[in-house]
C-alpha cells in the first residue's frame, strides 16, 4: 500500500462533507485499517488541534512512516531520521503551475444515500454508494465530533505538506449537502474504522525524535512522500 493511497483515501473521501467546517481543540486517537492488494496496514491519527495532528502508517511498504504537523510544518520520520517536507510543498506548487494538473473531465461525483444503515467501531452510519472512473464505490458516513476533528487533521497535513488541498477543482469529489459534517467509517473493503479513543493525547507524542534535515532532490521528494 503506498502512503499517498493511505493518506489520500480518507483526506479526498473526506472534503466532501468537510468544506468550511472549522475543526476545534480535542484530544484524540483514530485507528482506521487500510488493506490493498499489497497487504494491510493502519493509519493512527492523534489530534490535539490544527497544529498538532500526527499520522502513524504501518504496512507492507512504510513500516513505521510518520507524518506530523507542528504549527505550520509537516514532518516526515522514520526511525530516527526526520525530513522537513517544506521542499515537497514548494515542488507540488510548482508543478501545478506548470499545468501538469489534469483537468476533470467527469461530471461530479454525487453520493446516493441506499437507505442502509451500518454501525462500525461503535458509531451508527448511513451507507453511501458513488461511481467514480465508471467504478462503484460504497462508504459508510457518521456523525462523530471527535472522528471528525481527526479526519480534518489529516486534511491539514495534506495541504500543508504538498500545497494542495483535495479539494482541488481537478477532485471530482464535490461538496453534498447529503453527508455533511459526516465522517468516514467505511470506503468498500479498503478503509474501515477500527477504534477511537478520546483519552488525552501525551504531549510527547508531538515531539521530533532529532534535528529536522531537508528532503533530496525531486525524485527523493516523491519516493518518499507519494511512494512513487
Known amino acids: 500500500m503506498k502512503m499517498k493511497q493511505a493518506i489520500y483515501s480518507i483526506a479526498a473521501i473526506m472534503v466532501a462533507a468537510f468544506i468550511g467546517i472549522q475543526a476545534a481543540q480535542a484530544d484524540v486517537t483514530v485507528v482506521y485499517k487500510m488493506t490493498s492488494r499489497d497487504g494491510s496496514g493502519t493509519q493512527t491519527i492523534k489530534y490535539l488541534d490544527k497544529q498538532h495532528v500526527r499520522i502513524d502508517i504501518t504496512d507492507a511498504t512504510h513500516n513505521g512512516t510518520t507524518m506530523m504537523k507542528l504549527g505550520d510544518k509537516v514532518y516526515m520520520i522514520q526511525g530516527k531520521v526526520v525530513q522537513d517536507m517544506d521542499q515537497l510543498a514548494e515542488m507540488m506548487t510548482m508543478m501545478m503551475g506548470k499545468g501538469l494538473r489534469k483537468k476533470s473531465t467527469?461530471?461530479?461525483?454525487?453520493?446516493?444515500?441506499?437507505?442502509?444503515?451500518?454501525?462500525?467501531?461503535?458509531?451508527?452510519?448511513?451507507?453511501?454508494?458513488?461511481?467514480?472512473?465508471?467504478?462503484?464505490?460504497?462508504?459508510?458516513?457518521?456523525?462523530?465530533?471527535?472522528?471528525?476533528?481527526?479526519?480534518?487533521?489529516?486534511?491539514?497535513?495534506?495541504?500543508?505538506?504538498?500545497?494542495?488541498?483535495?479539494?482541488?477543482?481537478?477532485?471530482?469529489?464535490?461538496?453534498?449537502?447529503?453527508?455533511?459534517?459526516?465522517?468516514?467509517?467505511?470506503?468498500?473493503?479498503r478503509v474501515r474504522l477500527q477504534s477511537i479513543n478520546t483519552r488525552a493525547v501525551p504531549a510527547a507524542t508531538f515531539k521530533l525524535p532529532s534535528k529536522p534535515q531537508q528532503m533530496g532532490g525531486p525524485g527523493g521528494l516523491l519516493n518518499g512522500f507519494l511512494g512513487w
Open 106 to 189: 467527469g461530471p461530479p461525483i454525487k453520493y446516493e444515500d441506499t437507505g442502509r444503515t451500518e454501525t462500525i467501531a461503535g458509531i451508527r452510519g448511513k451507507v453511501y454508494r458513488f461511481v467514480e472512473n465508471g467504478k462503484q464505490h460504497e462508504v459508510v458516513m457518521g456523525k462523530n465530533k471527535k472522528l471528525q476533528d481527526a479526519v480534518l487533521g489529516v486534511v491539514e497535513i495534506t495541504k500543508a505538506a504538498t500545497g494542495m488541498m483535495p479539494s482541488d477543482p481537478s477532485n471530482r469529489i464535490q461538496q453534498d449537502a447529503s453527508i455533511k459534517s459526516m465522517a468516514l467509517l467505511r470506503m468498500d473493503d
